[in-house]
């Protein structure tokens, strides 16, 4: 039986950031196409099952396994290049033999580099002055190797969030800062032979983005955005949404759509939502400077969902290239929900076992999967 004093250290705030917005989702995606809506509601059901498994997992005891499951996901990256199944031009997936069902294995290692990357800092607490180029280049051969193998898929977007999210939590931590001058000069430097690297479909989406005139999906996006105004416009007034002028309304444009229906003061609404969200883990994050775990994994959370906001309201703006990242937790899809709900999982058990609550009971039986569990957690 789970121990009561657990209950007084679960995040309760975290579901009224969590909930509304499945269900402003829901909504908005069963009033965009309601054939979609089904299969949201099993990506919901799904997400469910995984942030209970997660949550139960002793992430505390099981710093050998954080290596095993990192080098897993790159093995799986490795996977796609080889024999993954391609969609709209990239091979980024990978089939489940006897299934119909494919999963993106860069989902998951953005959690493996988390967890990763907790372990490394709090095995490695930060020197006075921040880490050095010996343990930052370190911590860099994790981040990078997984970018490397998402990049030859192609997928630059996501690559470059995996990027911006470990430096970001290296940032974060502590990091010397000659070494981050250093990498901006190294960075400018480079940029040329980095752009001329890119393939031509995202030196286009950078072309589409520097033009005086942004591309269809762009013009779309904006003129729903505009015709919203204020208050917004009934589902009937719609126009944009309803009429399929505006392009995948319930992904990567769901922001429009959402600015559409709900006008102006909607949008202040769900991004003061969206910052506030943000600034709940990053208050985490700063509220016990000896707990190197929960920083990692926090700051990780928080920059993750400011990324994906960001970036996906600005290119609905025209101001970014469009890159394919969805509005957290707002899009349709299952891939990107199940990872964020994962990592609440991972997030609610760091604090709910902060103190052991729930560790220490002796089992009844030692079978085989409890020495197992004894294994990886010592």
Known sequence: MLDRRVLTHFDFLLLFFLLPLMALSAFLIHEANAALSFKQGLYFAIAFGVFWVAFFIPFRRLDRSFHFFYWICVFLLALVNMVGTSKLGAQRW????????????????????LLLLAHLIRVNPVPNG????????????????????ILAQPDLGTALVILIMGYGVLFLVGVHPKIWITLGLAFAIASPLIYSSL?????KRIHDFIAEKPNYHVRQSIIAIGSGGFWG????????????FLPIATSDFIFAYFVERFGFFGA???????????????????????????????AGIAILIFIYTSVNVAM????????GLPLPLLSY????????????????????????????RPARKKGFLAQLVRALGS
């Open 94 to 113: 990978l089939a489940i033999p006897g299934t119909s069902i494919s999963f993106q294995p860069s989902e998951p290692v953005k959690i493996a580099i």
């Open 130 to 149: 921040g880490y050095g180029w010996k343990a930052f280049g370190k911590f860099s051969i994790y981040i990078v190797i997984p970018c490397l193998l």
């Open 199 to 203: 393939h031509d479909y995202q030196k």
């Open 233 to 244: 416009k009934s589902k009937e007034e719609s126009t944009q949404a309803k009429l399929k």
């Open 268 to 298: 202040f609404i769900l991004l003061s939502f969206y910052m506030g969200f943000v600034m709940h883990f990053l208050a985490y994050f700063r509220s016990d400077p000896s707990d190197h775990f929960l920083q990692a994994i926090t």
């Open 316 to 323: 609905t703006l025209g101001l970014a290239p469009v890159v």
């Open 333 to 360: 899809g299952g891939s990107s929900f199940i990872t964020f709900i994962a990592l609440f999982g991972i997030f609610e058990n760091l604090l709910a076992f902060k103190f052991g609550f729930g560790y220490n």
